[in-house]
């Protein structure tokens, strides 16, 4: 399998180089040249497999300069750190399943990606004995989840932006009080697409870049959104075993569209299993009006209780475009420049069409949000995060108008990472598990920074260059 941009300006590339690259060097995104179709007797061989064994199936198809022992290794280690033997179990509640993403050692289905990612990252650095400086911003759970997927590793050292006191407490303290020396944490002055345009800034600086090895880990890297379709697949197959015939929709709480551009790819890949993808969204909508208008527009960034979705700009969201328009990269580079320019997207009836076919949409205010909360706590007792409640609110909203199927939400992160929203809904804060008892004691390290390009850029240079 070899891999392209969305622009379409580089040579067709392997996997290994892809993840390597992060961000193509035309400025567009990198995805795989083909999406592969299995067949209904692959589908129901894996639908027997263990999570690992399924991951190791699914990944082969697009990580073909990986031989297979390694990528089972990889793919052994990286799921041995959950603490839950099915990795992402499902779990039914009435008319809905639950499927939780939130095992890993960060508590947020990000880890699903970035467990993988960190272990492949140091193995194709050790090969080469090279070394690498992982850059990225983050609006909250990408950013431990990555410091978690590296921390320790002697042939990396990482680099995370997020928004100085925009994330939640419990989630800065996750990111800024591990201890290991190749851990740098950078608290910006400004909100979430700052950080973002000062990394895909710097990233674009291909002469620095260059120099201080540069490597991205958000959900622009590839191999992250590979390592999610995994649990789509996982989860639609258990309820085909389970004698589901009709497709299976999905909701996924959605803020950069990576999480559910893996679920597009999924759908590609099994046909007819998968059936409607519900694009949940909260206050930050750019995403749902795209889906119900056909008009993709930049709005304001508004704070809410799902935080990891404060988002305007979908760093992903222009893999998709690709697909809408006819895997056609100039048409997807001319799109860019002009969305660039003006800061609007638009698409005929006919695209919108195509869209709708794919994707249902619903944005979920906060009070709907606590609302969804203190509900299916009611129900179920079964406490669900501020994230995964945009997801359930969207699903339940939209139920009456999707083709029959059961409908899986995503629950995105554990709900004690998001204390505050859950003690609005149910009157008290959530227990924490194991990895996220004593933060508040521990020390913290992190540097304060204005979201500036210079500034930033300096202090890699002043602490980022390793002797090789
Ligand atoms: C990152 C995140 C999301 C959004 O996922 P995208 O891939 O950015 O769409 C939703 N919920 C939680 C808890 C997250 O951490």
Known sequence: MKYISTRGGIDPIDFSDSVMMGLATDGGLILPENIPTVSEDT????ARLPYQDLALEVMKLFASDISEELLEDLIKRSYSTFDHAEVTPVVEFGDLYIL???????????????????????????????????????SGDTGSAAIYGVKGKDNIDIF?????GRVSPIQALQMTTVEDENVFNLAIEGNFDDCQTVVKTIFN????????RLGAVNSINWARVLAQVVYYIYAALKLRE?????????SVPTGNFGDIFAGFVAREITGDLIGRLILATNENNILTRFVLEGRYQKGKVVPTLSPSMDIQVASNFERYLYYLFGRDGKIVKLTMDEFSRTGIITIDKEQLCLVRKTFSSASINQDETVDTIRRFYKRYSYVIDPHTAVGVAAAQRLRAELPPGPIVCLATAHPAKFPGAVRKAIGREPQR????????????RYKVLPPNVDE???YIKSVGLKDL
């Open 242 to 250: 389970a004698g589901t015939e009709d497709p299976i929709h999905f």
């Open 205 to 212: 600086d291909l002469d620095f870049k260059n120099t201080y």
């Open 43 to 46: 589908l129901k061989h894996w």
């Open 100 to 138: 939780e993403l939130f095992h890993g050692p960060t508590y947020a289905f990000k880890d699903v990606a970035l467990q993988f990612l960190g272990n492949l990252f140091s193995h194709l650095l050790s090969q080469k004995g090279s070394f690498m400086n992982i850059l990225g911003a983050t």
């Open 433 to 444: 598990p194991y990895g996220l008892q004593g933060l508040e004691g521990k020390k913290q």
């Open 456 to 458: 930033v850029k300096k």
């Open 160 to 164: 995370i932006l997020h928004p100085h």
